[in-house]
């Protein structure tokens, strides 16, 4: 499908229903303090940290009816990467040209799922690393350089954010909560013990890649059970894996679209997980 030019005529903007950072101050105000009493920090420095995008960095939102949340996402986004490229499941409303007059490339799929639309979304990605946003608000695109940067220094090639090392507003608090922190867990539990690893954190789609290593993969899933076929096939082709704590917020605004409800969203993640533990595990690629 063709791509939506980011120069869409401008749209009557929707009031923005999220504002990145509200609630930080109080956290952040005796911290930043303390970093300047030890000398660590300057108040100069304070001053001129203004976001700088990176050229190397293509930020990827998976978006189906999120008209009310994406310009601010990403808007945010392009503060931090060079490019963003939002991949539009079919949606009702308008998604897509909003997206597009914030300043993304918009690329259609037939709405198949999150999972299908990353592997659309490789083809047009033609920077060396990728970073996979949420539309919904619940990630912070402050996180950003802190995803890339094991991958710039050479010591991973794919990096996922950590809600239980940042923390969840999602993930706690009602019957559906509980079910989805006690399945991540066990999802998990499960990987480490298979490959030995120490990750907190198998579920969030928040993470970053390199660009190469993601179109390596052979990825198949069509839905959100693409994070864990990710780290799956990450960990069995031998590439390093890291991960680093990312605060999860609550979504903004519409609704998941993952029903714990349907026996068939239990059947998925249970056969995604058989499949990726019985792969058979390969040694670390030389140009890794």
Request: proline share 7%.
């Amino acid at each position: 499908m063709p791509a939506v030019p980011a120069s869409a005529p401008d749209l009557i903007p929707l009031a923005d229903p999220i504002r990145f950072g509200e609630g930080d101050a109080a956290f952040a105000h005796p911290r930043i303090s303390r970093l300047i009493r030890q000398g660590v920090l300057t108040v100069e420095q304070l001053l001129n940290a203004e976001p700088v995008p990176d050229p190397a960095v293509t930020a990827v939102i998976p978006a189906r009816n999120e008209a009310e949340t994406i310009a601010v996402v990403v808007r945010e986004c392009l503060h931090y990467a060079g490019r963003v490229l939002v991949v539009e499941g079919g949606s009702s409303d308008e998604t897509a040209a909003r997206a597009a007059a914030a300043g993304a490339q918009v690329v259609h799929d037939p709405g198949l799922g999150k999972g299908a639309a990353l592997r659309l979304a490789v083809s047009h990605i033609q920077t060396p690393i990728c970073v996979f946003v949420d539309a919904d608000g619940s990630h912070d695109p402050i996180d950003i350089p802190l995803l890339i940067e094991p991958i710039k220094a050479g010591r991973a090639d794919h990096v996922t954010g950590s809600r239980l090392l940042g923390g969840s507003d999602e993930l706690h608090g009602g019957g559906d909560e509980f079910l989805r922190l006690a399945g991540s867990a066990f999802i998990t539990y499960a990987i480490n013990l298979r490959h030995g690893t120490r990750l907190s954190d198998s579920q969030n789609g928040f993470r970053a890649i390199r660009t190469e290593v993601f179109r390596e993969l052979d990825l198949r899933s069509r839905h959100t059970t693409i994070e864990m076929e990710m780290i799956l096939a990450t960990l069995c082709a031998g590439y390093r894996l890291a991960e680093v704590p990312t605060h999860e917020r609550p979504r903004a605004a519409g609704f998941s679209k993952i029903s714990l409800a349907r026996p068939g969203t239990w059947f998925s993640y249970g056969w995604c997980l058989f499949a990726g533990l019985c792969r058979r595990r390969k040694g670390r690629p030389q140009n890794a």
